[in-house]
């Protein structure tokens, strides 16, 4: 199996303010593009062409990979002109595939963070003779996910919406957002108008009795759709609890790219990545964080899982957890910002202004 489609045309609507000027899979975890990762990996179990159906902001993927040959792929890229959904995006990218009819094509989405065993997936694939197979993950709490049930061969019986009450979740096991398609199924797929995989192939397929397939693989596995989430991601990507190798160096307590300066007595621990450019000032403590290209945090901040911008200043002495600074803001000294809080690209906070007392 040698070929892939990634599909990286999302906006990132939830991710906001951080996809304003970086579409999502763009936006650094552990010191690179989020992309980066997901095509390592890919071309680490045996992917060669790799196929980018974009769509937001799609000018900026191919300046940065090129043709793919600096990770031994050859990349091509599909931008939509109007957003045509997972399998719009999907269909709308069959002319560049090489694959025949029977050949298996592998199926990304560009937000999921995953230990996934690829080379496992296509095997089961070939193995049952599938049409699809999906890449199941088992969630300790699935009332936020589309359910899909299989039976003892792992074949799947149905989709099921987000259950709403207890008695409807009848499992844990959810579509983890990676598949594998016979090629002519991807040429099945109406064409020129959008097109759900979730909600109109994959129950279309069942109904009209095609074998779909399912591979529970419950290694690590993350969908980077929120600021906390993506956060996290990177963190685990340095500490090495999520595998990849475009990790760019030894995984551990931080990761500070070169170009970055970051003072002798700044602590930075818990997966934190510092990229190029960034300055941490003296007796900053930084956990659990991203700081990206030309960020500042100047010296006293604690800064507790959170995503600084590119270009991003931090002011003295200020205090941020869970908070999330768009590029090019300025946080001055003095400040507090807890509880998930986003700053826009470019805003400014004078010194001070927002407090929390203790009691809180």
């Given at each position: 199996?040698?070929?892939?489609?990634?599909?990286?045309?999302g906006k990132?609507?939830?991710?906001?303010?951080?996809?304003?000027?970086?579409p999502?899979?763009?936006?650094?975890?552990?010191?690179?593009?989020?992309?980066?990762?997901?095509?390592?990996?890919?071309?680490?179990?045996?992917?060669?062409?790799i196929?980018?159906?974009?769509?937001?902001?799609?000018e900026?993927?191919?300046?940065?990979?090129?043709?793919?040959?600096?990770?031994?792929?050859r990349?091509?890229?599909?931008t939509?002109?109007?957003p045509?959904?997972?399998?719009?995006?999907i269909?709308n990218?069959?002319?560049?595939?090489?694959?025949?009819?029977?050949d298996?094509?592998?199926?990304?989405?560009?937000?999921?963070?995953?230990?996934?065993?690829?080379?496992?997936?296509?095997?089961?694939?070939?193995?049952s003779?599938?049409?699809?197979?999906?890449?199941?993950?088992?969630?300790?709490?699935?009332?936020?996910?589309?359910?899909?049930p299989t039976?003892?061969?792992?074949?799947?019986?149905?989709?099921?919406?987000?259950?709403?009450?207890p008695?409807?979740?009848?499992?844990?096991?959810?579509?983890?957002g990676?598949y594998?398609?016979n090629?002519?199924?991807?040429?099945?797929?109406?064409?020129?108008?959008?097109?759900?995989v979730?909600?109109?192939?994959?129950?279309?397929?069942?109904a009209?009795?095609?074998?779909?397939?399912?591979?529970?693989?419950?290694?690590?596995?993350?969908d980077?759709?929120t600021?906390?989430?993506?956060?996290?991601?990177s963190?685990?990507l340095?500490?090495g609890?999520?595998?990849?190798?475009?990790?760019?160096?030894?995984c551990?307590?931080?990761?500070?790219?070169?170009?970055?300066?970051?003072?002798?007595?700044?602590?930075?621990?818990?997966g934190?990545?510092?990229?190029?450019?960034?300055?941490?000032?003296?007796?900053?403590?930084?956990?659990?964080?991203?700081?990206?290209?030309?960020?500042?945090?100047?010296?006293?901040?604690?800064?507790?899982?959170?995503l600084?911008?590119?270009?991003?200043?931090?002011?003295e002495?200020?205090?941020?957890?869970?908070?999330?600074?768009?590029?090019?803001?300025?946080?001055?000294?003095?400040?507090?910002?807890?509880?998930?809080?986003r700053?826009?690209?470019g805003?400014?906070?004078?010194?001070?202004a927002?407090?929390?007392?203790?009691?809180?």
């Amino acid at each position: 199996m040698t070929e892939a489609i990634l599909l990286v045309g999302g906006k990132g609507t939830r991710l906001r303010p951080l996809t304003v000027h970086t579409p999502k899979p763009m936006v650094p975890a552990a010191g690179v593009p989020f992309l980066t990762h997901q095509l390592a990996r890919a071309r680490a179990a045996g992917v060669e062409h790799i196929v980018l159906a974009t769509s937001y902001l799609a000018e900026v993927f191919e300046p940065w990979f090129g043709n793919g040959s600096d990770l031994g792929l050859r990349l091509e890229y599909v931008t939509e002109d109007e957003p045509l959904g997972t399998g719009g995006a999907i269909r709308n990218v069959a002319d560049r595939l090489d694959s025949a009819p029977g050949d298996p094509v592998l199926i990304f989405n560009g937000d999921i963070l995953t230990g996934l065993d690829i080379a496992g997936l296509v095997a089961t694939h070939r193995r049952s003779g599938a049409d699809v197979s999906l890449h199941l993950t088992r969630v300790d709490d699935p009332r936020a996910y589309g359910l899909v049930p299989t039976d003892a061969d792992g074949r799947v019986t149905a989709f099921l919406e987000k259950p709403e009450t207890p008695e409807e979740i009848v499992t844990d096991q959810i579509n983890a957002g990676a598949y594998v398609f016979n090629r002519s199924v991807i040429d099945s797929i109406p064409a020129g108008r959008p097109v759900s995989v979730e909600r109109e192939t994959f129950p279309g397929l069942l109904a009209a009795g095609a074998h779909l397939q399912g591979m529970v693989d419950s290694t690590y596995w993350l969908d980077l759709g929120t600021p906390h989430a993506f956060v996290r991601g990177s963190a685990d990507l340095v500490l090495g609890r999520a595998p990849s190798p475009a990790v760019p160096g030894r995984c551990g307590e931080r990761l500070v790219l070169e170009g970055a300066r970051v003072a002798d007595d700044a602590k930075l621990t818990a997966g934190t990545a510092v990229s190029a450019g960034a300055v941490i000032g003296s007796g900053a403590v930084v956990e659990g964080s991203t700081v990206l290209a030309g960020a500042v945090v100047r010296p006293g901040a604690i800064i507790t899982d959170s995503l600084i911008g590119a270009g991003a200043v931090i002011g003295e002495r200020t205090v941020l957890d869970t908070a999330v600074i768009g590029d090019a803001a300025h946080i001055g000294a003095d400040n507090e910002l807890r509880y998930g809080a986003r700053v826009w690209c470019g805003a400014v906070i004078p010194d001070g202004a927002l407090r929390f007392s203790s009691d809180q």
